[in-house]
């Protein structure tokens, strides 16, 4: 009997005992899920957050876009902090509220503007702009070529030299023996003769920038046109002094002018004038140098060629043998030649040539190589390409038959 009752008393305590630790893990398994659900509760929070900013800063654009355009005009003159006389770009001239975020004193006469479309209130200063064309003119900061791959033109280069290197690279010589330095230089001559490539080397030596204006560009439809962009090109030079500005085909705008002129003819003697009183110097150059090109020095206007404007004018010639033999080695450097090709043969073959066509002939002997998958270029590929660059030239074809 006494032992029945022990074994129901210790049955009760292991059911207790079960119990109680069913229920301690039972709590513990809560007190996890309560954890994981406090982190998910936060992400979720930050999430919430994070949507609540991106919708504010969406909003925030929708607003913006929504506002009404704003007028461009520019500032002629700040009356006091709060009021200004501004052009605006409709029309009229009008005097105008400042808004309070922006000073008088960073309105200088000139600056460009955005006004508001009912008020004209002056909203916002705006950057300067550069016509896109006049930018498209600045070649390089510095072209990449040298004297090393000009053939000839010996005493060409020392004379230029002189004239735009060391006035640029020296300017207390000038300054010591009290002259001015020569502003600018003329290059005559055949098209192809190397007169641009004679810039760019100059350009390089000095580590000048580089502008090319083709003279013709500067022709433009409408009255001013080409007198604003002559302005922006010297604007644009002296912020990037020292610089060289290379005007080729100068012919195009500063040929000889005349009594009897349409009125096209007149646009283009109002650039030409601009470019005079550039060149003059009236508001001063520093250290922007000119070079003008061209194949007529006959038909240019006398004023053009005065000293002080074009200082030296110096002619450039088509390439003796010599310098066709030097010319032939630049172009032909990195060729793989056959060994039975010799510089004599190819320059007796195209003494009528200019530096233009040797570089076209080289480029032609390799194409004829390239065409059969040769690994090296022969006489035979430089005889068709001479026969093929000089008789497009429109040479007398029977007498560059005789050569081949
Ligand atoms: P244009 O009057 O038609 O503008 P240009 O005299 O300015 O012609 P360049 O543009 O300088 O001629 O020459 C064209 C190309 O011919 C050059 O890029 C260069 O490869 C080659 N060339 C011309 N002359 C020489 C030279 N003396 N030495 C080496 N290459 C030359």
Avoid: W
């Avoid at 009008?94 to 309070?100: D, P």
């Avoid at 008088?104 to 016509?131: C, E, H, W, Y």
């Amino acid at each position: 009997m006494v032992s029945e009752f022990s074994d129901k008393e210790t049955n009760y305590d292991v059911d207790r005992y079960m119990d109680s630790s069913y229920l301690a893990s039972y709590v513990r398994q809560l007190e996890k899920k309560v954890k994981v659900s406090e982190t998910e509760k936060k992400l979720l929070d930050a999430e919430r957050m994070r949507l609540e900013r991106e919708l504010n800063s969406v909003r925030a654009e929708l607003e913006r876009l929504r506002l009404p355009p704003l007028f461009t005009g520019s500032v002629l003159e700040v009356l006091d902090d709060d009021k200004g006389i501004i052009k605006s770009s409709t029309g009229p001239t009008l005097v105008v509220q400042i808004a309070k975020h922006i000073s008088g004193d960073d309105l200088p006469s000139g600056t460009r503007v955005a006004l508001n479309q009912r008020s004209f209130a002056l909203m916002d200063i705006l950057p300067m702009t550069k016509d896109p064309m006049v930018l498209g003119m600045e070649v390089e900061e510095s072209p990449k070529v040298t004297y090393n791959d000009i053939g000839g033109l010996k005493a060409q280069i020392l004379e230029l030299r002189e004239m735009i290197e060391l006035p640029l690279l020296k300017p207390h010589l000038f300054e010591e023996i009290g002259i001015d330095p020569p502003s600018g230089v003329l290059l005559y001559g055949s098209p192809g003769t190397g007169k641009t490539l004679l810039t760019k080397a100059v350009a390089h030596e000095t580590n000048a920038t580089f502008i090319r204006v083709i003279g013709s560009e500067l022709v433009q439809k409408y009255i001013g046109e080409g007198a604003r962009l002559v302005r922006e090109i010297f604007k644009m030079a002296k912020e990037n002094a020292p610089s060289i500005v290379f005007i080729d085909e100068l012919d195009a705008i500063g040929s000889k002018r005349l009594d009897m002129a349409t009125s096209g003819d007149r646009e283009v003697q109002r650039t030409l004038l601009q470019l005079l009183s550039q060149m003059d110097g009236f508001d001063p150059r520093g250290d922007v140098k000119m070079i003008g090109a061209t194949n007529r020095p006959d038909i240019l206007d006398t004023a053009l060629l005065r000293p002080g404007r074009f200082d030296r004018i110096i002619e450039i010639p088509m390439p003796n043998p010599e310098a066709l033999k030097e010319i032939f080695r630049i172009h032909t450097k990195k060729m793989p030649l056959s060994p039975d090709i010799t510089l004599n043969d190819l320059v007796i073959r195209c003494e009528s040539a200019s530096g233009a066509d040797v570089k076209a002939i080289s480029t032609e002997a390799g194409m004829f190589a390239i065409r059969e998958e040769r690994l090296e270029v022969s006489f035979d590929d430089f005889k068709k390409s001479i026969a093929k660059v000089l008789k497009k030239k429109g040479m007398d074809i029977d007498s560059v038959k005789s050569y081949v």
